[in-house]
């Protein structure tokens, strides 16, 4: 057979459509691994091998997309990685022996959800490395990067791939119509940075329909060199019963294989909703075109360069915490908004902290998915307050929003001038009052910092020129109680480096934690400040200690609580307690290092007057 990029230089060469799409008019249900389908029904996933072959495809995948260790383990079958991809490609092999067809193996990103554990770049490398590894001992003549909305992850995926083989490899961009990826570079710009990393052909794929596609390769300078693919969707999804349904149809999708040429695609397929029928209308549509090298000559992009875009600046604008943090020390206190509409206590412990001097009041999400006022109403009437000189810093949380809600909001606060988040995670909903609520996370907390920190470059989740930047100070979350400080501490960095301007930590009530604390953050070159909760009784001490994940009290805070005389007693050994951690505290972080988080038990705002007090 001949060699793959040399016959790109003298015809197009059709690829194969959606195998997902396929498999599951086959008969694979929804919600399954369709990956798994290459052990217990080899059948199936054959034919549709052999029906992509048969409707013209010179280029087709191995069903492995999401057959990485890491995605496998959601279905238990994890121990499996290198048997599926061996099997998908042995099976595509078989399909394509005696055929002029190139066996492609197909890698996905690894996509991470909230509750997956971090993971170092090492630790990425080994599970690509392994999927990577199985596809080519399975006989893969070419492999696909594919769907990818990362520069960095793809960049990463390809540099394994480049120790491992010197066959052809295809990057494909999951690029959104506006021309940019979710990690905001554009399509020339990631095209080019794929290209000079070894990429021998960069593509799009995943989210697109036919002329979104067009257009974006209309924003795309070729070279003469340069080979480039599309593997459009069928068109926009529409959810029907159950299932997403694509209407654009095979003649539709072969009428503009032409503009695709013109524009410099070399290997044309489909994705999401093409069939063996689109295919074979395709591979109609191009039998008797010859490649276009170089193209045509770019379209320039029509949105302007988000940085130029002056900063959202909606009165009234508020001094930034850390620039504040450079002249005097700064304490920033969390004050939860109340449970039912009874606002007169909140706004009461409000005025009493402000009073007492607290630089920011911190107002949590729906902590512990407990139902609360919105913190952005909350907020609302803090900023409304005339003597008002505290900061609202909200907490953002994943849990209740998905992706454009998430951006929704954030929009709504930059536009209000709101500018102190803390991008968290969130508890999950079953665990709150409300435990048949839904869960949402489409983000976890390193997907928001992301998120939040292009909004600051003035890009939405997709690249959409937001005409405007917010001007967010964002923080993110550390837990040091956690029993492995050191693989908190790794998380924290990735944090950092997504975007995260200081750091707010769970309570600790161990003396020698702060320092352990402070001395594990501050070489990151991020402030940070310690969180402190005051005690009130035995029960307050034993409920967190037992029930709340992340504290720990020492047994012998414990202890001395259980010999209070009376609650009066009790509130004073809490308050003493309390009194050693906020020292320790300021003897550590003080200055531009970090400061002081005092988190406020059930509006017992007393508790923390007396502790900036003092």
């Not at 997907?447 to 100070?473: H, I, P």
């Not at 594990?520 to 400040?529: M, Q, S, T």
């Amino acid at each position: 057979m001949a060699n793959l990029l040399d016959e790109l230089e003298e015809r197009i060469l059709v690829g194969d459509g959606a195998t997902g799409t396929y498999l599951h008019s086959l008969g694979v249900p929804d919600g399954a691994c369709l990956e798994e389908a290459n052990l217990s029904r080899p059948d199936l996933v054959t034919r549709v091998y052999e029906d992509y072959i048969a409707a013209g495809a010179r280029v087709v995948e191995t069903n492995s997309f999401g057959a990485n260790r890491l995605r496998l383990a959601r279905y238990g079958l994890d121990g499996k990685v290198s048997e599926i991809n061996w099997k998908a490609a042995r099976l595509l092999a078989e399909a394509a022996k005696g055929k002029d067809v190139y066996v492609g193996g197909s890698v996905s990103p690894l996509q991470f959800r909230p509750t997956d554990p971090p993971l170092s770049d090492d630790d990425r490398r080994a599970l690509y490395r392994e999927q990577i590894g199985a596809l080519l001992d399975g006989g893969c003549d070419l492999l696909f990067l594919e769907t990818f909305p990362d520069l960095a992850e793809l960049l990463l995926a390809l540099d394994v791939f480049q120790n491992l083989s010197n066959v052809p490899v295809v990057a494909s961009l999951a690029i959104s119509e506006e021309g940019r990826l979710g990690s905001g570079q554009d399509f020339q710009t990631a095209f080019r940075a794929l290209r000079q990393a070894g990429a021998d052909l960069v593509g799009i794929n995943g989210t697109c329909g036919v002329q979104a596609s067009l257009n974006l390769f209309d924003r795309l300078e070729l070279g003469p060199d340069d080979l480039a693919a599309a593997y459009p969707n069928a068109g926009k999804p529409e959810f029907y019963e159950g299932r997403f349904n694509y209407s654009a149809s095979p003649d539709y999708f072969a009428a503009n294989a032409p503009l695709f040429v013109e524009r410099g695609v070399r290997l044309l397929g489909g994705d999401y909703g093409t069939t063996p029928a689109h295919i074979a209308a395709l591979a109609e549509a191009v039998r008797d075109l010859k490649p276009l090298k170089g193209g045509k000559k770019a379209r320039p992009l029509r949105v302007a360069v988000a940085e130029a875009r002056p900063a959202v600046t909606t009165p009234p604008v508020e001094e930034s915490l850390l620039d504040r943090l450079k002249k005097k020390p700064v304490t920033i206190v969390e004050l939860d908004s109340p449970k039912t509409l009874s606002m007169e206590k909140f706004m009461e412990g409000v005025r009493a902290l402000n009073k007492a001097g607290a630089d920011a009041i911190t107002l949590a999400d729906n902590s512990l998915a407990i139902l609360r006022v919105s913190n952005l109403a909350a907020a609302m009437m803090i900023r409304r307050d005339p003597e008002m000189t505290a900061i609202p810093l909200l907490h953002v949380a994943c849990r209740d929003r998905n992706l454009l809600g998430l951006q929704s909001e954030a929009m709504g606060l930059g536009a209000l001038g709101f500018r102190h988040v803390l991008a968290i995670t969130g508890d999950p909903a079953k665990f709150g009052d409300h435990p048949g609520a839904t869960s949402v996370y489409d983000l976890n907390s390193l997907g928001l910092l992301k998120l939040l920190a292009g909004m600051n470059r003035g890009l939405s989740a997709v690249g959409k020129d937001l005409k405007g930047k917010t001007d967010f100070v964002i923080g993110c979350a550390f837990n040091p109680n956690a029993k492995l400080f050191d693989s908190q501490v790794r998380k924290l960095e990735s944090k950092i480096k997504a975007g995260a301007q200081y750091v707010m930590t769970q309570p600790v009530f161990d003396p020698a934690l702060v320092k352990k604390t402070v001395d594990a953050v501050a070489p990151l070159g991020v402030p940070v400040f310690v969180g402190l909760m005051p005690l009130l009784n035995a029960r307050n001490a034993e409920f967190l200690h037992n029930e709340v994940p992340g504290i720990s009290i020492p047994e012998s805070v414990r202890e001395s609580f259980r010999h209070a005389a009376d609650d009066k007693a009790a509130a004073e050994i809490g308050h003493r307690f309390a009194a050693t951690l906020r020292d320790e505290i300021r003897a550590h972080a003080n200055g531009t290092t970090g400061g002081l988080y005092l988190i406020t038990p059930f509006l017992r705002y007393e508790a923390s007057v007396r502790l900036m007090e003092g």
